[in-house]
């Protein structure tokens, strides 16, 4: 039986039906464990959440990280999810813009991110394989504020259209950060970076890594629900979403860690700042609770995000989510063994 290769648009909307039906690995955040303080010396009103990223204020470090975007069925999800980051205060990025360069139709599914939401902290999306001129392209059509430039090799091997030749991904990416107006932020989808990816990226000028690590939707499942013929040998690869944070970290290099895959709640958010990232995204948690429960109720989580993370922050000492980094946690489980056992050759 022939694989069936659909235009970009089936694609994306099979991409939606696929991932409801998608279960989830493990982040390895679970390993990671925060050290309660029972004298906090700390009030309620002392927790401040909000920060600094991209030259805007958040009112906290959280990110509804990239979705989708493009046939018309997505242009009310991407509304809906700019109008609960403008009202939660958070920041927000769409999905891959290629289908709106390739089919100018679509532009308005992407743009009403910016209508909705005009003041906000908006990345736009594109993958490492296009040019700058489709970089400064997908980043004017939101006016975004930064640039998600996507990793999604793992991915492409399992689409049943998918690329099959990633030689020149560090170059256009190099390409792009000198050419751009706004910050580029080097992405994976899922699979994780690992310390030489990060090393490659920070030479080619990237300053912000989104370590989109495993835990979270799994592209490659996604896809085999598209192939005729099933993919096996890739089922839970790439780096759980804690050990990619630390492979990140351990370089003590000058950059900003994004932390995404896997993030379902306050507790995971507070482990992964705990561990040296700087902002914490969820994508198909958030999609979940909209496509299920709708607006209101992914507006209501992200709240009680907010009020949970003050509550972490306030029982570790902590007056503001940043403070995380630097108190005391213990690694046990799968993320230690991975730490202990990893060899560099």
Not at 73 to 95: D, H, Q, S
Not at 313 to 331: N, Q, Y
Request: aromatic letters at 6%; charged letters at 20%.
């Amino acid at each position: 039986m022939p694989e069936i290769i659909p235009g970009r648009g089936q694609r994306k909307l099979e991409h939606l039906r696929f991932f409801q039906q998608e279960g989830y690995g493990t982040s390895g955040l679970e390993d990671v464990h925060l050290i309660h303080q029972a004298l906090p010396e700390l009030d309620w009103t002392d927790i401040d959440l909000s920060c600094r990223w991209l030259g805007k204020t958040l009112a906290a470090p959280f990110i509804i990280n990239a979705l989708t975007g493009g046939p018309p069925e997505t242009k009310a999800i991407n509304a809906a999810l700019a109008r609960v980051a403008r009202r939660t205060g958070i920041a927000l990025a769409v999905g891959s813009q290629k289908a709106a360069i390739e089919n100018k139709a679509w532009v308005e599914s992407f743009a009403i991110t910016r209508w909705e939401n005009p003041e906000g902290l908006i990345l736009a999306n594109l993958g490492a394989g296009n040019s700058p001129d489709a970089a400064r392209e997908a980043v004017a059509m939101i006016a975004a504020d930064g640039l998600q430039v996507h990793l999604n090799a793992a991915q492409e091997l399992v689409m049943p259209e998918g690329d099959r030749s990633f030689r020149g991904w560090l170059e256009n990416i190099q390409a792009m950060v000198n050419s751009l107006d706004v910050p580029v932020i080097a992405k994976e989808v899922g699979f994780g970076l690992s310390r030489e990816a990060a090393l490659q990226l920070y030479h080619a000028g990237v300053r912000i890594l989104d370590v989109g690590g495993r835990g979270g939707t799994d592209f490659a499942a996604i896809e085999n629900k598209r192939r005729a013929r099933q993919v096996t040998a890739l089922a839970q690869w790439g780096l759980p979403t804690a050990v990619s944070i630390l492979e990140v970290k351990e370089l003590g290099l000058p950059v900003e860690i994004v932390a995404t895959g896997g993030i379902r709640s306050a507790l995971d958010a507070a482990r992964a700042l705990a561990l040296g990232a700087k902002i914490v995204g969820a994508a198909g948690h958030f999609l979940k609770i909209l496509l299920d429960q709708g607006e209101e109720a992914v507006a209501q989580e992200i709240f009680s995000w907010q009020e949970d993370l003050k509550r972490i922050c306030l029982l570790t000492g902590c007056a503001t989510p940043a403070e995380l980094a630097s108190k005391p946690l213990v690694i046990t489980g799968r993320t230690k063994a991975w730490l202990e056992g990893i060899q560099r050759r």
